[in-house]
């Protein structure tokens, strides 16, 4: 059974920073891997989809890197702003969609 | 529709009461799953439809839950004799035949007193 694991759980940052979310999981069969940004009370917003032949994507200030032989992804945001705080899921697709715990981000002014 | 539907998005239900939730997926869109979000948790995995069938129902946590689907496009989750432990948002998704990404909904928010 596929599991997905982020580390950290959550993650404080002063504005400015740059930072990396990091994921792991234990099945290297898959499609494509996935990143979600989810704000309090709402539903999730992919951010970044990896398909399983690419080592990385990137949108704007963020950078998503996959490596599947070792069953792991990072999420690399750039100049961290308060509008960053949320949480970010990984997920992982092998026929469903596995989610991991998320981290909950706070950039603080 | 332009986006997969979920209804409601607030139930607050009392505890032993049975409740329904409904997901309009994307037109035309054959796959369909349920997914429960617990408060600070990732989404857990629920049941999964191929048009009308339920092709796999094995993170359903009790048989109090049970889904359907009846004409291959709206699916509706049905819990029973609610417990507060049922409390928590449950998402649906749709995609297309061979597609390997999800189109998710707002989510259903469940809160059992």
């Known amino acids: 059974k596929q599991e997905v694991t982020q580390i950290p759980a959550a993650l404080s940052v002063p504005e400015g920073e740059n930072l990396v979310l990091n994921c792991s999981f234990t099945?290297?069969?898959?499609?494509?891997l996935q990143w979600f940004r989810q704000d309090p009370g709402k539903g999730l917003t992919s951010l970044l989809l990896i398909q399983s032949s690419q080592r990385e994507q990137t949108s704007g200030r963020l950078n998503a890197s996959l490596d599947k032989s070792s069953g792991r992804s990072t999420l690399y945001i750039a100049a961290s702003q308060p509008g960053d705080s949320a949480t970010y899921l990984c997920?992982?697709?092998?026929?469903?969609?596995?989610f991991g715990g998320g981290t909950r981000l706070m950039v603080k002014p | 529709g332009a986006g997969v539907s979920q209804s409601p998005r607030y139930k607050v239900a009392k505890r032993g009461q049975d409740v329904a939730l409904r997901c309009d997926p994307i037109s035309g869109h054959v796959s369909l799953f349920w997914y429960q979000q617990a408060l600070g948790q990732g989404p857990e995995f629920l049941t999964y439809f191929q048009n009308e069938a339920q092709l796999d129902k094995s993170g359903l946590p009790s048989d109090r839950f049970f889904a359907e689907r009846p004409e291959g496009s709206v699916s509706t989750l049905k819990i029973q004799r609610t417990q507060q432990e049922d409390s928590a948002v449950y998402l649906c998704?749709?995609?297309?035949?061979?597609?390997?990404?999800?189109?998710f909904g707002a989510g259903s928010r469940l809160t059992v007193l």
């Open positions: 997920a992982v697709w092998g026929g469903m969609l596995t």
């Open positions: 998704a749709s995609s297309s035949t061979g597609a390997n990404v999800l189109t």
């Open positions: 099945d290297s069969a898959i499609y494509n």
